[in-house]
């Protein structure tokens, strides 16, 4: 059953309103005293399980923070700032949200001696070498949203080597299904379905040649619960399914599973867009036992039956 192994517990969602984080707060309301701290800025109430406590305030708010962080036992770190585009025109609020009020969840974490899983990006790693990437590969971020991340990433871990906390850093890559909205700033997929569904141009950036791995948010929950158990604390895991697509295949299996007459265009290539994307996930795989199960296919099937 989804999130048995964590019970009767105390567990604060950061962003537990948003797209990642209100289906953590799913899996888990079940059996333990969920939390969700959220400004709504992005995050949805409607998302929200009945059950859990809301906090509405924002995260970098230190009387805000402290009240969410009292008495708590385990933390799923979600809120962030999630535009990269947004990250490099205001890279100062990027930094105060991404990095900042994360400093001041790991602070209230030793307090209370709370275990703290946080949302890390494949973002870290800039352009790869080579794919696929492991968790030791250079890390060249190409926006302030990926160094920010990578801060992220380090601190988790230092709070492990320095103060004896249980942290674990989850290196999401491409995160796709239900709740991603197609916004400004939101994910190809939910932006493809749109566009198919409402038998408009599907817009390839460029050739179509880059390519991505497309997680599912069920798998990603997966490995959040196994985060939450784990012995293996202190560390970074790349989270994906190990194998990516072009993103010319994506918008044909996009078109093809909406039954769509969309034609697919090409448009200009996006500037500072990364050509290749494709986590090693082996080291999830052996010390999380965190094992993906949502195909592509499967997902995007059941996608648009929503
Ligand atoms: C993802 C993350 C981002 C960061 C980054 C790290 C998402 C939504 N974003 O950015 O937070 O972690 O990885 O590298 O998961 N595309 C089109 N047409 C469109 C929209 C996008 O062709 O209308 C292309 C885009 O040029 C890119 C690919 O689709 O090649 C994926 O774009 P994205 O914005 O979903 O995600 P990405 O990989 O840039």
Redesign the pocket.
């Known amino acids: 059953m989804p999130g048995s192994e964590v019970h009767d517990e105390t567990v604060l969602i950061t962003g537990g309103a948003g797209f990642i984080g209100s289906h953590i707060a799913d899996a888990l309301t079940e059996h333990n005293d969920i939390r969700i701290l959220d400004n709504f800025s992005t995050g949805s109430r409607e998302n929200v399980p009945a059950t859990a406590t809301t906090i509405e305030g924002d995260i970098r708010d230190e009387k805000t923070l402290a009240a969410a962080m009292d008495g708590v036992d385990l933390v799923f770190h979600q809120a962030a700032l999630?535009?990269?585009q947004q990250s490099v025109e205001q890279p100062e609020v990027s930094h105060a949200i991404n990095v900042e009020a994360t400093i001041e969840v790991l602070e209230h974490a030793r307090k209370e001696d709370a275990r703290v899983v946080a949302a890390s990006?494949?973002?870290?790693?800039?352009e790869p070498q080579t794919v696929p990437v492991t968790e030791s590969d250079p890390k060249t971020p190409?926006?302030p949203?990926?160094v920010d991340?990578l801060s992220l990433d380090h601190y988790l871990r230092l709070y492990h080597d320095l103060y004896d906390l249980e942290t674990v850093a989850l290196r999401?890559?491409?995160?796709?299904g239900p709740r991603?909205t197609a916004g400004d700033?939101?994910?190809?997929?939910?932006?493809?379905k749109e566009?198919a569904m409402n038998g408009d141009p599907?817009?390839?950036?460029?050739d179509?040649g880059?390519?991505?791995d497309f997680v599912h948010v069920d798998d990603i929950v997966h490995a959040n619960l196994r985060a939450a158990t784990t012995t293996h604390v202190g560390d970074a895991y790349n989270i994906g399914t190990g194998s990516s697509v072009t993103?010319q295949e994506?918008?044909e299996a996009i078109r093809d599973v909406t039954n769509s007459a969309s034609d697919i265009v090409h448009?200009d290539?996006?500037p500072g867009?990364?050509?290749h994307?494709c986590p090693d996930i082996t080291k999830a795989r052996e010390q999380l036992e965190y094992s993906p199960s949502v195909s592509l296919e499967d997902g995007l099937e059941t996608l648009v039956q929503l």
Do not use: E, H, M, W
């Open positions: 999630v535009s990269v990006s494949a973002a870290i790693y800039g190409t926006s949203y990926g991340k999401y890559f491409n995160v796709y991603q700033y939101s994910g190809v997929i939910s932006i493809f566009q599907i817009t390839v950036n460029g179509g880059q390519t991505r993103i994506l918008a448009t290539p996006r867009d990364i050509r994307s």
